[in-house]
């Protein structure tokens, strides 16, 4: 019997001292974001209070506490994110320069690269990855059966058979419409819409020939959702004419939602464009 109790006793205090420690790793991290998605994913999943530096994508409430900036993530400094003392560096795949990385490896920084989502199931195992990197089991499953509403909601009314051109709205009397294996073609494909463009990546693009691929909607990712439309048709007047300007269908999204492919604002910003859609 005092062997057992002994046996058990020795259990209960390892526990402790395990969970203690777990308790206190997680309670020293310091967490780095080099990518806009994951800043939003961190936020979702409340681990911000971990963030010690974002990139200059990163979008962070309003009046939020300063946090460092750590530049663009592909040209990120190995001596300006060590001065911050990280435990985790958070980023996409195209995170670097590879040197960079090597020398927060060498000194014994966890970093996590993520792949840029096309695919709401991308995004799912982001989600879960970043969780998972955090210790945050308790936060992920109410954030994944959020976004399983909100995919749900998504798939029960698709603009199946529309077609769409997507286009980046940076400058409205340049159109660079986007082509296949773009976040931009990943967005319509959420939407249940096809793409008018045959080419791949993003190409430039005039009016006219807009105008001759007709599409259904056009799509006006940029950051200025309420100027967007008024500056795009005047910097484009033939367009007036096209299928999706007579339907109300020219309409605007918020691009930042999409730099870094997919992301939970861009499934909502898709929700919208349907709406939209289906209104007019």
């Not at 001292?17 to 939003?40: H, K, P």
């Not at 994508?57 to 060590?82: F, M, W």
């Not at 340049?174 to 959420?190: Q, S």
């Amino acid at each position: 019997m005092k062997k057992f109790l002994r046996s058990s006793l020795m259990s209960v205090l390892l526990a402790g001292v395990l969970f203690g420690a777990a308790a206190t790793t997680q309670a020293d991290t310091r967490l780095v974001s080099t990518d806009a998605l994951v800043t939003e994913l961190i936020f979702a999943l409340r681990a911000d209070r971990y963030l010690v530096a974002v990139d200059v994508t990163s979008h962070l409430p309003p009046d939020y506490r300063p946090l460092k900036i750590v530049g663009y993530h592909r040209n990120l400094s190995a001596e300006g994110l060590l001065s911050l003392s990280p435990t985790l560096v958070i980023g996409s795949e195209h995170m670097g320069p590879a040197p960079a990385l090597d020398a927060l490896r060498q000194a014994g920084v966890t970093l996590l690269q993520l792949s840029s989502p096309d695919h709401p199931k991308q995004l799912r195992d982001n989600i879960q990855r970043v969780a998972e990197s955090l210790g945050l089991s308790e936060t992920v499953a109410p954030l994944l059966a959020r976004l399983d509403q909100q995919l749900l909601a998504l798939e029960s009314q698709p603009i199946t058979g529309s077609s769409a051109a997507f286009l980046l709205a940076t400058d409205p009397a340049k159109l660079r419409l986007a082509g296949h294996g773009t976040t931009g073609e990943a967005f319509i494909r959420l939407t249940g819409g096809h793409n008018v463009a045959d080419f791949t990546n993003y190409r430039t693009v005039s009016a006219e020939s807009l105008l001759a691929m007709d599409p259904d909607i056009i799509i006006l990712a940029g950051q200025e959702k309420d100027h967007a439309l008024d500056s795009f048709i005047k910097s484009n007047p033939v367009l007036a004419h096209s299928r999706a300007a007579r339907f109300g269908h020219i309409i605007a999204v918020d691009g930042s939602t999409l730099v870094a492919g997919l992301s939970l604002a861009s499934i909502e910003e898709a929700r919208q464009l349907i709406l939209a859609v289906k209104a007019n």
